[in-house]
């Protein structure tokens, strides 16, 4: 049973990875009713809550995207992962994705990661080579003195320049024709230029609220839904992003 896990740092990011995986790589996603490998009572991953998201793909392997609620938790949960590893290999692949919203910050979030592969696995851990934007292998022995191979991959969003993932799904939208870029410039103007002593105080705040409100004029028969049922309405399939995930190709 292959298994890979997508670590990423909010809901909204889950969302908008899970309904890109579920439309471009055609991913099904489980659910408690649908099946029981995650969600009985020794369910492995049980330290991670309901914080992942399981899907399937057409090999009937498993894929998971854990929303690890903030970016500094990215090391808490690595420990975790393999922690559990050195008592039972389960996953294959780990991917963390997170915001290159700015390098030094993104370098020190990698170098968390390491430390803390290095910190748990101690002198079991026999290699490791993470890097930036591509794969790498940790070989390790588990607590049974077996030889144990995980890949991993570090995958800032976007690849090329500094942002988030929702500003990169903002510029997809604005490409896809001259009314979507007209409707991104506008509401970008619109919530920079808010006046409000309530909301939007923080940076991370205005960037959520320019995808809301493009996604709601573009698509507005889903203007009254959640943020997960506005992503839903994005096109993603027409979306040139096939480059910048081309990472997560290995586990579709």
């Not at 409707?183 to 991370?204: A, H, N, P």
Request: glycine share 6%; with cysteine; hydrophobic share 40%.
């Amino acid at each position: 049973m292959g298994m890979s896990i997508i670590l990423c740092e909010g809901k909204t990011d889950q969302s908008l990875l899970g309904n890109y995986l579920e439309k471009v790589a055609l991913w099904s996603p489980l659910s408690p009713e649908t099946n029981k490998v995650f969600f009985k009572k020794n369910n492995p991953f049980a330290f991670a809550g309901n914080s992942i998201s399981w899907y399937e793909n057409a090999q009937n392997e498993y894929r998971g995207i854990w929303q690890v609620r903030g970016c500094d938790n990215f090391v808490k949960a690595i420990s975790r992962i393999f922690d559990r590893e050195t008592r039972e290999h389960l996953i294959d692949n780990v991917i963390v994705l997170t915001d290159y919203d700015d390098a030094s910050a993104a370098d020190d979030r990698l170098s968390g990661i390491k430390n803390a592969i290095g910190s748990v696995l101690g002198e079991r851990l026999l290699s490791e080579s993470l890097t930036a934007n591509q794969w790498s292998m940790v070989e390790f022995n588990s607590d049974f003195a077996t030889a144990v191979k995980v890949q991993m991959a570090y995958l800032l969003i976007p690849r090329d320049s500094f942002g988030t993932l929702e500003t990169f799904l903002v510029d997809e939208i604005a490409k896809q024709s001259k009314d979507n870029e007209s409707v991104v410039k506008q509401s970008g103007t619109f919530i920079d230029e808010l006046e409000s002593e309530c909301y939007l105080q923080k940076t991370r705040e205005k960037i959520k609220a320019k995808l809301g409100v493009v996604i709601s004029v573009i698509y507005p028969d889903r203007a009254f839904g959640t943020l997960d049922s506005l992503v839903k309405a994005v096109p993603w399939e027409n979306c040139q992003v096939c480059e910048q995930f081309e990472l997560l190709k290995k586990v579709y």
